[in-house]
């Protein structure tokens, strides 16, 4: 992880850039360069600056139009804790993502049906759930395999979540799918495969709605943060993170669930943290003592596969709990989740 990447100075919106100021051309003249972010709701310029230059020193030229100054000790700015101390807390259809609450994620990896979709959404609802999810665009490793039903997929989806008020999630694949997913869902997902995918990120900076980024297989926690920023910095500061397990020599799982992430997202980020015990483990019968080591490393929130019949289901079917078993899990989560915060009090 690289350290003491530089100064970051926060001005104020549609400050002109200071290039007249004589530490700026003392920089230039140093030959150390600068970046203005392309963000409606913040604009900064990052500094690589001397290490002998301190943040009080530069705090003492007193910019014009300078809010703030800070040190920059990670590699990305806008979703760290010396940028904003405070959680970040993501909000749809009166459901938060973040904040100290636990929150369930739940639905099937297909949309199928609409009857499907609508048992589901009722009994996810029930056992507690804020929000459903589910794929109608479905990127599969062949091309034979069941794509998903596409915008039909998405109508489904939407009428279930209305019907349960839950929030809805679903995965984007290609940028030209977006017009037609903002109007339908709630929080648009980055899958694995598209993890480092920046033009998508992009426009995802852009496109008005939450974004939960799920990590790449092959992605290290530093790179996930940094596809974070990406989005954030095009405009959109409503970002969540989510692992999902990485690719590794071991086997006996679908991938391996990187504990260690949760705790360090939430020590180095203000960003929501979500936890994908389903597609890391690949087995329902690991999923829920895996969503209990998610919750104790301080997830914000599960995303679980549930199927109203698993064995039938179009795709991960081995992964996918049924609607007792999700109800089961939901409710240990959630005791598990209060007792902790009631234990730092």
Request: with cysteine.
């Amino acid at each position: 992880m690289s350290r003491a990447q530089g100064m970051v100075m926060v001005l104020e919106l549609d400050a002109p850039l200071p290039q007249g100021h004589a530490l700026w051309k003392s920089l230039e003249d140093c030959g150390w360069w600068s970046q203005q972010v392309e963000a409606s709701w913040a604009t900064l310029v990052r500094v690589p600056l001397p290490q002998a230059l301190s943040a009080d020193e530069l705090r003492a030229w007193q910019l014009p139009g300078v809010r703030r100054v800070f040190q920059q000790r990670d590699s990305f700015v806008l979703a760290g804790r010396a940028w904003q101390a405070f959680d970040t807390v993501l909000e749809a259809k009166g459901h938060r993502l973040g904040g100290g609450e636990l929150q369930l994620i739940a639905g099937p990896c297909s949309v199928e049906s609409r009857q499907q979709m609508l048992e589901t959404a009722m009994a996810v609802a029930e056992a507690g759930a804020g929000w459903l999810r589910g794929g109608a665009y479905k990127p599969r490793t062949s091309p034979y395999q069941f794509q998903g039903l596409g915008d039909k997929g998405l109508d489904f989806l939407r009428e279930a979540a209305d019907a349960a008020g839950l929030a809805v999630i679903s995965e984007v694949l290609d940028v030209r799918d977006l017009p037609r997913m903002r109007e339908r869902c709630d929080v648009i997902q980055v899958g694995s495969r598209n993890a480092q995918n920046l033009p998508l990120l992009k426009e995802l900076g852009r496109c008005g709605l939450p974004v939960l980024l799920k990590r790449g297989f092959g992605c290290t926690v530093e790179e996930t943060v940094l596809a974070a920023e990406y989005v954030m910095s095009h405009g959109n500061p409503q970002v969540a993170l989510c692992e999902r397990g990485i690719r590794s020599f071991e086997t006996a799982t679908r991938f391996t669930f990187d504990v260690n992430a949760l705790p360090w997202l939430k020590g180095h980020c203000h960003l929501p943290v979500v936890a994908d015990p389903s597609h890391a483990t690949g087995q329902a019968a690991l999923v829920p003592a895996v969503a209990m080591a998610a919750v104790a490393a301080g997830a914000d929130a599960l995303m679980l596969e549930v199927h109203p019949s698993p064995s039938r289901s179009a795709s991960d079917a081995e992964q996918a709990l049924t609607l007792e078993a999700f109800a089961r899990v939901a409710g240990r989560a959630r005791a598990l989740s209060l007792h902790l915060r009631q234990d730092a009090l």
